[in-house]
């Protein structure tokens, strides 16, 4: 749908005839809120691929009189809401972090009201009388409102599960249709109760409210205004507005069009002659208007389109042109002869152009109406562009290997930053601003990458095209002599049109692109660590939920060591942590992608979480050092997870799509091995473990869709259903350690239960109605727990269900779902397994009866069973050593003492590698008593027989080289020489014959190839030794300049320096545009 239409008969019940009629045509298909200002009758409506907010006359059938009121700073506008008698406008931007702004209605004012926490809003709505703004949240399932300020914000209903795309307020209920769910519902606004609920069977999308009841006059401050075009209601009253390419005039009524082409479009030229199609037609709108520049033939052209000049270079007469289109006057700027792909640069006010024939980049001051030659002696450079803002140009270079170069006007040497090994034919290259990517077509595919060449990508076929472009969310392209247009999310074209014959080149004539965009939130994030807030002139940075700003750009955390709560805000991507004194909350600085699980080791201080995205288990520091992969969860991915402290192994429950492919599994520690303990578990959602009584808890669903708490040793035998009637859904489960008690969260009954560990005693401690209870925990005397539909941790006595209030609602959270405890160091274990991991190779699993040991998936347990298949023992046979206590396992640590005659050299532990091998090596650790040859009980000697007597020279043989007059005795120094090429190291000009009989250095490092000691027009550092590996530092000669940014070469591998020499210092130039 590119139209937005007016139904004239829209109740078909009171109406016999439907009338539809075209209000406006060329808004793109994506979503966008509309809105009606029912005082002045004006027609509203986001535009979230053209990233403006535009406005008409709703009346009116002139399809050209509209004006866009809002688009600097516009990334993906989609909710709308006007309240017409205050005029005012409300409306979210989604992208890069959404935010909802306030502004007048004719676009003035702009304030962000709202911008931390908030995922996609789709639709907004106002309470007039009350001054409130509501607003549907669609990836955070929330309906929420806050006042006109954005102040006494409030999440009225969190709807799990059911993405809203439309609300409308009407009398104290918010109309709510979700489209993916297909219903249709109303809710409280003060409770938050759904009121109503209806299912559709098509898919409904937006919602308003219609009650002829109800409507009444008001007073329109434009009826009087006289406005030529349109009149809008502002806070001050009514204002006048002209038309996009129109001026307002002084008498501040009338309009006056500003120049002969469109406000904004595409200028299109076939070598004589200038078209130009507005901009809407890149989503089915058309426009045209042509210009002809008189005995010109027109090689190359770019725009300026804030002061509305087209620059051009005319072959006719071999100069670079300036067309006026305000006044339609052209004025030659200078010579030119042979130049293609000019490009104009609006930051350094900038044009540049390539002359193929002397194969380099000319430039044109506008400042200063003088040229320069940029780059020199390019290989058939082509297809020139240029980022503005960071003063970086781009070509495409070279003949049958091409490849994507980038330079500077500041002439540092090109880099090439996509290679011939990435590309074919490329041509069309062009960076886009707004995207931040170079674009370019390469046979007939429009590709694109990062600036530094990563991330290639292939787009939309275009079958043939000559030219290709971006403009925000969409591609353009010349084939023959249409211009075709197509969402970048096409996989073709959509429209295209038929401008002028012969077309041979197209230009983005659209001031929003060629803005400044510096000091803006559209570079580089504004410099802002997390949020960037654009403003009217400027932006301001500001952190998220749960993060304190410093130095008004860095967010930092303040994270608690102790007494805190941690807790996974899922639909956020944060782990946040929560003082359980105070009840105040810091984000750590963790980055997660909807985490549902985790859990926190107290004896380490790492925190282990799932990764719903990338089906993982991860570990990480409080401060998001040292992260982890732990193990990769396959088909499934794992959604609860806690610790057996005998051993360190995390267990989880795993969920997969398909609903009987949940599983229980546990990690080894140190290993990363892997055992499932139960498969087939249809919907599991949560575990807990009890290692001194050897039991594993759970909660999933049985046969008949029954929900059963089931209970099995830790190593996956002996399972027994101790809870299945009267159960809904429970989400959380915790064992109370000092009372022998399990708990859990019914998210269906919305009530904490418990029982004791054969399921007996059953009974329900509290409800919380509506909530949608999840994860719950015990420590002391207190119960904690997260729902899906509260804004907090609830704290509350397990003995009374009594609600101890230790934290304040945060409308920023969002879903929460699993939480842990660090408040004492105090830990279950199982007696056996905590000590040496039970004597296990690998897994020890602690059952009621003690522990057994097991094996990875797939390997078993040798005949001792507790030794695994293909497990590398380290030897316990030593030399000097005795090993106390140790099943020298990979990955253990043991103490040893030393034989007789023997001593320790260091006090350390040895631990077995993964290779079986010790570490450090023990025949180390213990030396002999002393120098006395004495032969031990073992019947071997004391020490090595090998170095008893050692030699009283050292070897005269040395690679590449020989020695000078030296008789090689121990204690003398001696001299060398070395064969060609080779040269005498200069960091050992002269070697000693040790006490050893070694030489004082490797005979192999002496004689050694060296760079050349000499570059032309200058001097290497005094201190350069020109050995392999060196970093030498250089100066050049008076009257030279080195010809690299960096004033250091490096000495290569194959005694050659890492830059050509000849062409380090060269002569001075004057770097300033000289008349040509």
């Not at 030229?269 to 037609?281: D, K, L, P, R």
């Not at 209970?711 to 035998?717: A, F, H, K």
Request: proline fraction near 3%; include cysteine.
């Amino acid at each position: 749908m590119d139209s937005i239409y007016r139904f004239n008969n829209f109740n078909i019940w009171q109406n016999n005839s439907i009338s539809l009629s075209l209000a406006y045509k060329g808004k793109s298909s994506d979503f966008g809120q509309i809105a009606f200002d029912y005082i002045s009758n004006n027609l509203y409506w986001c535009d979230s691929l053209h990233k403006w907010i535009a406005m008409k006359p709703a009346y009116s059938d002139n399809d050209t009189i509209y004006k866009v009121v809002v688009q600097k700073d516009l990334y993906q506008p989609e909710g709308l809401a006007l309240d017409p008698e205050d005029g005012l406008m409300f409306f979210s931007d989604n992208q890069p972090t959404s935010r909802i702004e306030r502004v007048s209605m004719d676009g003035r004012d702009r304030t962000a009201i709202v911008y931390t926490s908030l995922l996609r809003i789709f639709s907004l709505s106002v309470d007039e009388t009350s001054n409130l703004l509501y607003w549907a949240d669609h990836d955070r399932h929330t309906l929420e409102v806050s006042d006109y300020n954005g102040l006494n914000r409030r999440v009225i209903r969190r709807s799990n599960n059911v993405p809203v795309t439309g609300l409308h307020y009407y009398q104290n209920v918010l109309h709510v249709v979700s489209a993916e769910t297909r219903s249709i519902f109303g809710v409280d606004i003060t409770s938050g109760l759904k009121l109503y609920h209806i299912r559709d069977t098509d898919q409904p999308f937006t919602i308003d409210v219609y009650d002829a009841e109800s409507t009444r006059s008001y007073p329109d401050p434009c009826s009087s205004r006289g406005c030529q075009h349109i009149c809008v209601n502002t806070p001050t009253g009514g204002k006048c507005l002209c038309a996009e390419g129109y001026l307002l005039s002084s008498d501040g009524r009338s309009c006056t069009d500003r120049s002969f082409f469109h406000e904004k479009g595409f200028i299109i030229s076939n070598g004589t002659h200038f078209a130009m199609v507005e901009v809407q037609v890149v989503s089915g709108g058309e426009r045209r208007i042509l210009v002809i520049v008189p005995f010109a033939i027109i090689e190359t052209f770019a725009v300026d389109a804030t002061m509305h000049l087209i620059y051009y270079l005319d072959s006719s007469r071999n100069a670079l042109q300036e067309l006026n289109l305000i006044h339609n006057q052209i004025r030659t700027l200078a010579t030119a002869i042979g130049g293609k792909d000019l490009i104009f640069d609006w930051i350094a006010n900038l044009l540049a152009w390539i002359e193929p024939t002397q194969s380099r980049i000319r430039a044109f001051s506008i400042n200063s109406g003088t040229t320069s030659v940029i780059y020199t002696g390019l290989q058939q450079p082509s297809s020139l562009s240029v980022d503005a803002h960071n003063g970086d140009l781009y070509w495409i270079s070279g003949t049958s290997k091409k490849e994507i170069l980038r330079g500077n006007w500041n002439r540092n040497s090109p880099k090439v930053i996509v290679s011939h090994a990435n590309l074919n034919n490329p041509i069309s290259l062009q960076y886009d601003v707004i995207s931040h990517r170079i674009y370019w077509l390469d046979n007939s595919m429009i590709k694109s990458s990062m600036t530094n060449g990563s991330d290639i990508q292939s787009h939309v076929n275009t079958y043939g095209a000559t030219q290709a472009f971006a403009y925000k969310d969409y591609f353009g392209w010349i084939n023959g002599n249409k211009t075709y247009f197509a969402k970048k999310s096409a996989v073709y074209a959509e429209f295209n049109v038929d401008v002028i014959q012969n077309t041979k080149q197209i230009a983005i004539f659209d001031t929003i692109v060629q803005q400044d965009r510096r000091s803006s939130c559209q570079i580089l994030n504004g410099g802002c660590d997390e949020i960037c807030v654009p403003f009217q002139n400027g932006r301001v940075c500001e952190c998220d939920f749960g993060l304190q700003l410093h130095q008004n750009l860095t967010c930092k955390s303040s994270v608690y060591s102790l007494n805190f709560l941690i807790v996974s805000d899922y639909s956020h991507g944060r782990i946040l942590q929560v003082d359980i004194t105070t009840g105040n909350m810091v984000k750590l600085p963790i980055n997660v992608q909807n985490s549902p699980g985790i859990t926190f080791d107290k004896s380490t201080m790492e925190i282990f979480y799932s990764e719903l995205s990338t089906k993982t288990i991860m570990s990480t520091t409080l401060l998001g050092k040292n992260k982890s992969l732990i193990y990769a969860t396959g088909f499934a991915h794992a959604t609860r997870l806690t610790i057996d402290y005998s051993t360190g192994n995390i267990y989880f429950i795993a969920v997969a799509s398909a609903q009987n492919q949940g599983y229980i599994g546990v990690v080894h520690r140190k290993s990363f091995l892997q055992k499932t303990l139960w498969t087939n578990l249809q919907s599991p959602s949560d575990l807990v473990v009890y290692p001194s009584k050897g039991f594993l808890f759970w909660i999933a669903t049985g046969i008949g869709n029954v929900t059963e708490l089931s209970r099995s040793y830790m190593d996956g035998t002996f399972k027994t259903n101790i809870a299945t009637t009267n159960i809904g859904r429970p989400n959380g489960l915790a064992i109370d350690y000092t009372a022998n008690r399990l708990y859990w969260t019914d998210g269906l009954k919305n009530s904490i239960e418990y029982s004791g560990l054969n399921g007996e005693n059953k009974h329900v401690l509290t409800t919380d109605t509506d909530a949608h209870l999840m994860s719950i925990l015990v420590h002391g005397q207190y119960i904690y727990y997260t729902a899906w539909n509260r804004q907090s941790i609830t704290k509350l006595d397990k003995t009374t269900g009594v609600k101890h209030t230790f934290m304040a609602n945060h409308p920023e959270l969002g879903r929460l779902d699993s939480l842990d405890i660090y408040a004492d160091d105090s830990v279950d274990v199982n007696a056996i397994c905590s000590k040496k991991n039970g004597n296990c190779s690998t897994f020890c699993f602690p059952t009621p009866t003690g522990r057994t040991c097991g094996c990875q998936d797939n390997v078993n347990l040798q005949s001792d069973q507790t030794t695994c298949q293909g497990v590398s023992r380290c030897t316990t046979s030593l030399q000097n050593a005795i090993l106390i206590d140790c099943f020298a396992y990979p990955e253990d640590t043991c103490e040893f003492g030393c034989k007789p005659g023997f001593r320790r050299t260091l006090n350390v532990s040895a631990t077995c590698n993964s290779f079986g091998e010790w570490t450090p090596s023990l025949a180390s650790l213990c030396a002999a008593n002393s120098q006395n040859l004495v032969c031990t009980e073992d019947g071997i000697w004391n020490l090595d027989t090998n170095n008893l007597c050692r030699r009283s020279t050292c070897s005269k043989t040395l690679k590449n080289g020989q020695l000078i007059g030296c008789r090689a005795h121990l204690g003398e120094t001696c001299q060398y020489k070395c064969a060609s090429p080779f040269e005498i190291n200069p960091s050992f000009p002269n070697i000693t014959c040790n006490t050893s009989g070694e030489w004082s250095h490797n005979t192999e490092d002496l004689c050694v190839q060296l760079c050349v000691s000499t570059i032309p027009n200058g001097t290497l550092g005094s201190d350069c030794q020109r050995v392999i590996g060196n970093n030498c530092s250089f100066t050049c000669d008076m009257g030279y300049e080195s010809s690299i940014t960096s004033s250091h070469i490096i000495c290569t591998s194959n005694g050659t320096w890492n830059k050509m020499t000849d062409e380090l210092c060269k002569r001075k130039k004057i770097l300033s545009f000289n008349k040509c």
